[in-house]
């Protein structure tokens, strides 16, 4: 059973930079796709960016220039980095898998809230 | 940017048929997927490629697409089926991942 777990700070502050962790069990993040996506509140899913199995990573156009995403294969962990924040990058943070080019995202972690706040 | 349309909202009786569309251009050989969102959850897989049913998902769930519109139906609605609803492409010029500005599906 695939299961994803994303962990980071709850609130930050403004223009300082986001930062979460993924963690997977039941999968080897060295094979698939591994993806973040957000949601802010009452609003809809927005994809933000996905590294694959060769370790390659592409990134929304809308916040290229201020994410990042890496991986951790001996903790097997994603992690996400997105500087600058505003209000507007308040949202559900989630991590979810996809097993490929063109596949659906099948697993979802239960997401976390980041609220950013002064 | 590659944009995917869906109505807002769509109303419909317990036990009737839901149609929820997702308008796009040029889907081509782009494969369509849905997602259910129920308030507090995560999104969950409900029609994958276009017409794929995962285990798990009732049958009654049904994908197709036809052209530049992919739609999902779901049939003999319950009130469980109350949920967002969101399609879901690979970008059709690029790698990137687009959804849909999600549908509210109210069973009334």
């Known amino acids: 059973q695939v299961q994803l777990q994303e962990s980071g700070p709850g609130l930050v502050k403004p223009s300082e930079t986001l930062s979460l962790t993924c963690t997977v069990s039941?999968?080897?993040?060295?094979?698939?796709?591994w993806a973040w996506i957000r949601q802010p509140p009452g609003k809809g899913l927005e994809w933000i960016a996905y590294i694959y199995y060769s370790g390659t990573a592409l990134y929304s156009p809308s916040l290229k220039s201020r994410v990042s995403i890496s991986r951790d294969t001996s903790k097997n962990q994603i992690s996400l980095s997105l500087s600058s924040v505003t209000a507007a990058d308040t949202a559900m943070y989630y991590c979810?898998?996809?097993?490929?080019?063109?596949?659906?995202?099948?697993?979802w972690g239960q997401g976390t809230l980041v609220t950013v706040s002064s | 940017s590659y944009v995917l349309t869906q109505p807002p909202s769509v109303s419909v009786a317990p036990g009737k048929t839901a149609s929820i569309t997702c308008g796009g251009d040029?889907?081509?050989?782009?494969?369509v997927h849905w997602y259910q969102q129920k308030p507090g959850q995560a999104p969950v897989v409900v029609i994958y490629?276009?017409?794929d049913r995962p285990s798990g998902i009732p049958e009654r769930f049904s994908g197709s697409k036809s052209g530049n519109t992919a739609t999902l139906t779901i049939y003999r609605v319950e009130a469980g089926d109350e949920a967002d609803y969101y399609c879901?492409?690979?970008?059709?010029?690029?790698?990137?991942?687009?959804f849909g500005g999600g549908t509210k599906l109210t069973v009334l």
């Open positions: 879901q492409v690979w970008g059709t010029d690029s790698d990137h991942v687009v």
């Open positions: 039941g999968a080897s993040i060295s094979s698939d796709y």
């Open positions: 040029n889907f081509g050989t782009k494969s």
């Open positions: 979810a898998r996809l097993t490929g080019y063109g596949a659906p995202f099948d697993y």
């Open positions: 490629y276009d017409r």
